[in-house]
């Protein structure tokens, strides 16, 4: 089977750095995607790592260490406009072949306090 | 940009009604999802499909069917709706090998 875990809060200050973490079980592994929901809104893509490492975009950054099945999304500069849930999603081929599916976890939620 | 539309924002439907949710995507996207979002639960995969008439099960396909005659529109189908259906379900389309999707607004179910 599949699954993934990440922490269900996480509550941070303005202007503060937090790192959500993500570790996931799943055979045929392509990849780990990162979305924002915010109340009420569909999720948005933030991030997809491939290969191991840290990959940069504007004050997000993912990781992944594929051979600790791990990876986490940094949030540095914390906005208010930042409380969101962020969830974490592999790319597998589990389901659909090679041509790989999109599993999700169940969602951390931001709180940016003032 | 990419649009996935979702046909209701809200639905309230009474026990053992078949329901039909509509989704159309814009942008000629090969994969279309269905997930439903439940408090805690994050989002679940019911039934995705990679092209035309090609359907798979997801994760929880219990209780639901689905329909894809057009590229564009992938229907979710709930034969007898029950009570433990009510619940967000999201759309959402992806093409072919790529790593982002994009998704609809989602509709807000309701079974009484």
């Known amino acids: 089977g599949q699954s993934l875990e990440q922490p269900s809060e996480v509550t941070a200050v303005e202007g503060a750095i937090v790192q959500i973490n993500c570790t996931y079980q799943?055979?045929?592994?392509?990849?780990l995607s990162w979305y924002q929901q915010h109340d009420g809104g569909a999720p948005t893509f933030l991030s997809y790592n491939a290969l191991d490492g840290l990959e940069e975009t504007g004050r997000f950054s993912s990781f992944l260490s594929r051979s600790d099945s791990y990876g986490y999304l940094l949030l540095q500069e914390l906005q208010m406009k930042d409380s969101a849930s962020y969830f974490c999603a592999v790319r597998s081929s589990n389901y659909g072949g090679s041509q790989g599916n999109l599993i999700f976890g169940k969602g951390t939620k931001l709180s940016v306090k003032p | 940009d990419v649009k996935v539309t979702q046909s209701s924002r809200y639905l309230v439907k009474r026990t053992g009604e078949k329901v039909f949710l509509e989704c159309v995507q814009d942008?000629?996207?090969?994969?279309m999802f269905w997930y439903r979002q439940d408090p805690g639960l994050g989002l679940r995969l019911i039934y995705f499909?990679?092209?035309?008439?090609?359907?798979e099960k997801g994760d929880i396909p219990e209780g639901y069917s689905v329909s894809r005659e057009k590229k564009e529109r992938f229907s979710l189908i709930l034969e007898s709706a029950s009570t433990n259906q009510t619940s967000m379900y999201l759309c959402?389309?992806?093409?072919?090998?790529?790593?982002?999707?994009?998704f609809g607004q989602g509709t807000r179910l309701t079974v009484v």
């Open positions: 959402a389309s992806r093409i072919l090998g790529n790593t982002e999707a994009f």
């Open positions: 942008m000629d996207h090969e994969n």
């Open positions: 499909s990679y092209d035309v008439k090609m359907k």
């Open positions: 799943t055979s045929g592994f392509y990849g």
